[in-house]
């Protein structure tokens, strides 16, 4: 090599790594002065990496990645325990307030908060949302126990004593516990697992014969055993219209509503309390499932980069193809959309709280006090 092409490519990399500054400078002022150039954003979940939250988790993360001024990494951890509440808790102390490090929540977490349980030593008004996801849910059974259901009529099921994994009394997973106990059926929970995965493998395994997983999780671990005739859908949760009444989930069109067999089954009623305590821990739990949240002394330039890059990845014009498949049919809201679907999953009406703390101590002897 010659000097003089030494020297052009010297040239040409200072010329570079000039453009390249003046370009991340730019960037910079375009978005309020922040770039995240050269970081790390670690996008913590506080569940295991088998469930539906490691799936949004893991689908958002490279996109945030591309739209984040100064594209930073993304990586997502894994803080699990306490049904989420021990994660929730971590998050709580952090002061790591420059946008390195967002939160993502579910129903499971929001739960504990409504119901005022004693573990929790978090508040969700300390913190700052910039997306909220609904998702749904769906229950299924081993083929060998579908066909006990008389079409929609649930009676067929009463006779048999079910087991399934479930995160805890006070999760997201007591919309399922109250649902099939309005169904009359009889379900042992094994209290304890880390996520909604860790009730899949059970399902998988033969140690539970009934299990529910939200949409994402669903899509992509259970429909394979749907498909090779190992499970069959029971009903879903359902979706909410603009008028607040329960309707079909978008994603599972095909698959009755728990309102649906409710309807059909002598046994349960779709009114009076314990129905308006279902509808309303369903409503905090499913149409504002997961939300990513920043700490509450975050700088407000820095809120509005992660909701400037969020609106761009839902304006995508293969974002809807790519949430079908992934995540399922459901609104990804920011901006003031996210802040009143936040108040929708953290906030219950007193009654149905009060049903709710009295019900878990009847039937699992949970106490929140």
């Excluded at 325990?81 to 102390?93: C, D, H, I, L, V």
């Excluded at 009463?158 to 099939?180: C, E, H, K, P, Y």
Aim: proline share 5%; with cysteine; hydrophobic share 40%.
């Amino acid at each position: 090599m010659t000097i003089s092409t030494t020297r052009r490519i010297a040239g040409a990399v200072a010329m570079l790594a000039a453009s390249t500054a003046m370009t991340g400078t730019a960037f910079a002022e375009a978005h309020g002065g922040v770039s995240f150039e050269g970081e790390t954003v670690e996008f913590v979940i506080p569940f295991s990496e088998s469930g539906g939250s490691a799936r949004w988790a893991n689908f958002f993360a490279p996109l945030l990645s591309e739209a984040l001024p100064g594209n930073p990494t993304v990586v997502v951890r894994y803080r699990p325990g306490a049904g989420s509440t021990s994660g929730a808790n971590w998050f709580q102390e952090q002061t790591t307030d420059d946008g390195t490090l967002i939160f993502g929540t579910s129903g499971s977490t929001q739960f504990p908060y409504l119901l005022g349980d004693p573990r929790v030593r978090y508040e969700y008004n300390d913190w700052q949302v910039v997306l909220v996801s609904g998702t749904g849910g769906v229950a299924y059974l081993p083929d060998e126990l579908a066909g006990l259901m008389d079409g929609l009529d649930a009676t067929g099921l009463q006779d048999t004593d079910f087991i399934w994994g479930s995160q805890g009394a006070t999760r997201l997973d007591l919309v399922a516990n109250l649902a099939w106990e309005m169904l009359g059926m009889n379900v042992e929970p094994v209290f304890g697992i880390e996520g909604r995965g860790d009730g899949r493998l059970m399902f998988e395994r033969g140690e539970a014969n009934i299990d529910y997983q939200t949409s994402s999780a669903y899509l992509r671990s259970v429909m394979p055993m749907v498909e090779a005739g190992m499970a069959v859908p029971m009903m879903t949760w359902g979706a909410l219209d603009d008028d607040g009444n329960i309707v079909r989930d978008p994603t599972f069109p095909d698959i009755p509503t728990f309102a649906e067999v409710c309807e059909a089954t002598p046994a349960c009623e779709t009114e009076g309390p314990a129905w308006d305590a279902w509808v309303a821990f369903f409503t905090a739990g499913f149409p504002a499932q997961k939300m990513i949240f920043l700490p509450g002394s975050t700088d407000q330039a820095i809120v509005d980069a992660y909701t400037d890059a969020l609106n761009e990845i839902i304006a995508r014009p293969d974002f809807a193809e790519m949430a079908e498949t992934t995540l399922g049919d459901y609104p990804q809201m920011t901006g003031a959309a996210a802040q009143a679907a936040f108040r929708l999953g953290t906030q219950v009406d007193d009654s149905a709280r009060e049903f709710v703390i009295n019900w878990l101590e009847e039937s699992y002897g949970v106490t929140l006090d």
